[in-house]
């Protein structure tokens, strides 16, 4: 689908652009200590804010490609008759434990956000935003990703 290519696409440059920042941070923090004599704080926790945001939409990518190792470790361990049923039951709780992490994971950020980070004076919400946002992201490419399996698997039969 073009559209979810492009929703990848827009995931894959976003975490990117987070490690990117993650770099040019810890590069400042260390600069600013060793050269400057100064320890320039709240680079190291941008620098931790934007690691977890880039670890969550790489998450979110890999269930667009069914790369996550538990999940391919449990398919090529079942035989081939119980391979549908174990994508299904795989599918289904997967599914529910997105859904738990974008449920709470809202309500973790929306509480977050009446709490300041220390050093760099940001609402901690835009952080834990991390989680439910990338769940939405990973739930759609699981979901696509399971209609795609379902459909090639018709055809097989």
Known sequence: MKLLDLLEKITKCLAALFLGAVFVLVVAQVASRYLLEFSFAAASELSIYAMVWSVFLGAAVAFRSNQHIAMDIVKKLAPDGLARVFNIVIFLGLTLFLGVI???????????????????????????????????LALVFLIESFVGQFRKAQHHD
């Open 102 to 136: 974008i449920v709470n994971g809202y309500d973790l950020s929306m509480r977050a956000m009446r709490q300041v980070s220390p050093a760099a004076g940001l609402p901690v919400g835009y952080v834990s935003l991390a989680m439910p946002v990338c769940s939405v």
